[in-house]
């Protein structure tokens, strides 16, 4: 990635974090990077390429740091636990990237790019659940739909929801305890 890219983006998410994304535009974005609008077209074919590129490199980071601490773990309801903990904390620790994005879920571009990470984290889920309960592809869909839903709530509320969360875990197969009988 080219270093001019990368400082347009870490621009576009200082701008956003102060004035969100009613603010976020592609003067104020190159007037924090310190160049010429020229050089925002030579990277971004416009802001709306600009929110997905934001929303991308987010779920990127989050996606990679999830696969990270979760790879010791064996499949199973512990990893997939571990896995939606490691998202809504990711969550937690990017308020302002995820609340940039929930302003721009609205917009088409951002609509698409939505549907297909929550895609590619239900295919995540989906070897946590294979086996262990009856439709598992439909229920990895309903975990990352509940999970992002959490997210959302605790991003409104500003703080964790632990009853939404318990909820959530709630939703979580356990394999049965071989001395349950």
Known sequence: M???????????MRVAE????????VNE???EAGVAKGTFYL???????????LHQRFHDELL?????RTASLEPGADRAQARITAFLNGCRQQVAVRA?????RSQPAIMSEVARRNSEAAALLLDDLIGRIEYPAETAVLLVAATAEV??????????????????????PHPPNPTDS
């Open 2 to 12: 080219h270093p001019t890219h990368e400082d347009l983006l870490n621009a576009a």
């Open 18 to 25: 102060r004035t969100g994304l009613d603010g976020l535009s």
């Open 29 to 31: 974005v190159t007037r």
């Open 43 to 53: 990277h971004f074919a416009d802001r709306d390429t600009l929110l997905v590129r």
């Open 64 to 68: 990679e740091g999830i696969v990270e």
């Open 100 to 104: 940039i994005l929930l302003q721009a």
């Open 151 to 172: 997210a959302l709530n605790e991003l409104q509320a500003g703080s964790d929801l632990p009853r939404l969360r318990a909820a959530l875990f709630g939703l979580v």
